[in-house]
């Protein structure tokens, strides 16, 4: 008994293709982040908001930004991929939660400890002090649902959707080429990123830190199949931001971005050198 063939993509994963999904990806991500607050403050104005009002109203924009890039994902993937949602790895099998955990705890990790060295071989780098007084009435609750939902739902699981999940299963047969490809593309979309840059050399240096997590979260979904990997190591990013804050209460500068960027090199380096590549992925192309 034989297979039925899966029908080839409208768009094939030439170069041209590839491109031209890049350009899609982006403006998917542009796009519901304009999109959902535009509906947020359409609805809720924030005229008269409270600051905690504000981190609640946020918040919201943060889900519907998630939904917004998953239901464009999932449109594109059926009518121009002609494939089931499913190739993504974006599913709830039994060790998308522990992938996740273990993705965060790593990412974190990294963070913290690299920001922890570059404090202590740069300590006269000009970074200001922080005041935590800006959380004004905000109560732990609020404040960790704002932190958890600008990690998840707003940038870690709709970008690794687009980069690691959609555009990670183009060439299933060419892996490496798949993870330098979708690495370059996430690391320089940040170019127009607001992380604090005060500079052009700033918007370069800024780079490492995509370059690093995003490397990483792409290595360990080649080796081990799981999305929610890639998920937890780019919200891990983002927590442990947070979290080296509370060790280190001071803003992050440019060497800060390069030693911690440094650091996810090396660890997603060591996996390509000594992990093994055990993933049998699903192919689009046919």
């Given at each position: 008994m034989t297979?039925?063939?899966?029908?080839?993509?409208?768009?094939p994963?030439?170069w041209?293709?590839?491109?031209?999904?890049?350009?899609?990806a982006v403006?998917?991500?542009?796009g519901?982040?304009?999109?959902?607050?535009a509906?947020v403050?359409?609805?809720?104005?924030?005229?008269?908001?409270?600051?905690?009002?504000?981190l609640?109203?946020v918040?919201?924009?943060f889900?519907?930004v998630?939904?917004?890039?998953?239901?464009?994902?999932?449109?594109?993937i059926k009518l121009v991929?002609?494939?089931p949602?499913?190739?993504?790895?974006?599913r709830?099998?039994?060790?998308?939660?522990?992938g996740l955990?273990?993705?965060?705890?790593?990412?974190?990790?990294?963070v913290?400890a690299?920001?922890?060295?570059?404090?202590s071989l740069f300590p006269?780098?000009?970074?200001?002090?922080?005041?935590g007084s800006?959380?004004?009435?905000?109560?732990?609750?609020t404040f960790t649902?704002?932190?958890?939902?600008?990690?998840?739902f707003l940038?870690?699981?709709?970008?690794?959707?687009?980069f690691?999940?959609w555009?990670f299963q183009l060439?299933?047969?060419r892996p490496?080429?798949?993870l330098?490809f979708t690495?370059?593309?996430?690391?320089?979309?940040?170019?127009?990123s607001?992380?604090?840059?005060?500079?052009?050399?700033?918007?370069?240096?800024?780079?490492?830190?995509?370059?690093g997590?995003?490397l990483?979260a792409?290595t360990?979904?080649?080796?081990?199949?799981?999305?929610?990997?890639?998920?937890?190591i780019?919200?891990?990013?983002?927590?442990?931001?947070?979290?080296?804050a509370?060790?280190?209460p001071s803003?992050?500068?440019?060497?800060d971005?390069?030693?911690?960027?440094?650091?996810?090199l090396?660890v997603a380096?060591g996996?390509?050198?000594?992990?093994?590549?055990?993933?049998?992925a699903?192919?689009?192309?046919?």
């Amino acid at each position: 008994m034989t297979t039925p063939s899966l029908p080839k993509p409208l768009v094939p994963p030439t170069w041209w293709g590839l491109a031209l999904r890049s350009i899609v990806a982006v403006g998917i991500l542009f796009g519901a982040n304009i999109a959902a607050g535009a509906i947020v403050y359409k609805v809720v104005p924030s005229d008269n908001l409270s600051h905690y009002q504000q981190l609640w109203a946020v918040s919201a924009i943060f889900i519907i930004v998630f939904l917004l890039v998953w239901a464009a994902v999932a449109t594109w993937i059926k009518l121009v991929e002609r494939r089931p949602f499913s190739i993504t790895g974006m599913r709830f099998h039994r060790k998308w939660a522990s992938g996740l955990a273990v993705g965060t705890l790593l990412s974190a990790a990294i963070v913290v400890a690299t920001r922890a060295l570059s404090t202590s071989l740069f300590p006269n780098a000009p970074r200001e002090v922080i005041d935590g007084s800006q959380l004004g009435e905000a109560t732990w609750l609020t404040f960790t649902v704002f932190i958890l939902g600008r990690a998840f739902f707003l940038q870690g699981i709709p970008e690794e959707l687009l980069f690691r999940g959609w555009l990670f299963q183009l060439l299933p047969q060419r892996p490496k080429v798949t993870l330098a490809f979708t690495t370059a593309v996430f690391t320089v979309i940040h170019l127009i990123s607001n992380g604090g840059q005060q500079s052009t050399l700033d918007r370069f240096l800024y780079l490492m830190l995509p370059l690093g997590f995003g490397l990483l979260a792409g290595t360990l979904v080649m080796q081990t199949g799981n999305f929610w990997q890639a998920a937890g190591i780019h919200g891990g990013f983002h927590v442990g931001t947070v979290l080296s804050a509370f060790v280190m209460p001071s803003s992050m500068v440019a060497i800060d971005w390069v030693v911690i960027g440094t650091g996810y090199l090396v660890v997603a380096v060591g996996l390509l050198k000594f992990g093994k590549r055990r993933r049998q992925a699903n192919v689009i192309s046919s």
